[in-house]
């Protein structure tokens, strides 16, 4: 399996996240570099249990490194119930090991998407607006008028066609 370097990292977007992980726990994150803030996955947990309360019921606060990876799969397991889509969660390696930090920011974009689908959630929200259904219905009159016009793509253009042109297969004389 090839492993494909991860994109370049962008500062503004890993500020943007800290902000609003600050204005959603309403307290002040540790001092420190994006990837070791969320490293141990406890702000992480907070995080998710400030959106969906009660999603992670055991942080570990400190530990092994083993005991600490288990609150990034807590958070990794709450988001995707939440609503957040698999393949835009990022792998435990990719933050614990620094394998792929922009992954990880793409990750809580995503989340931060994800929470405009809940209406309870009426906190600080994260990235653009998701786009609302535009439904449209049309009457049967409407349907049947479409159905009266003749397409171009159907092969109709005024009788034009190649008969007669007699060229094919002949050289050019210049």
Known sequence: MKIL??????????????TWITQVLGEPLPNGAYEDILKDGVVLCKLINKLSPGSVKKIQERGTNF????????FQAAIKKYGVPEEE????????????IPQVTLCLYALGRITQKHPEWTGPQLGPKMADKNERTFTEEQLRAHNAELNLQMGFNKGASQAGLGSFGNTRHM
């Open 5 to 18: 370097r991860s994109q370049a990292r962008n500062k503004d977007q890993e500020q943007e996240v800290l």
């Open 67 to 74: 005991q600490l990876m288990e609150n990034i799969q807590r």
């Open 89 to 100: 969660i990022f792998q435990t390696a990719d933050l614990f090991e620094r394998r792929n």
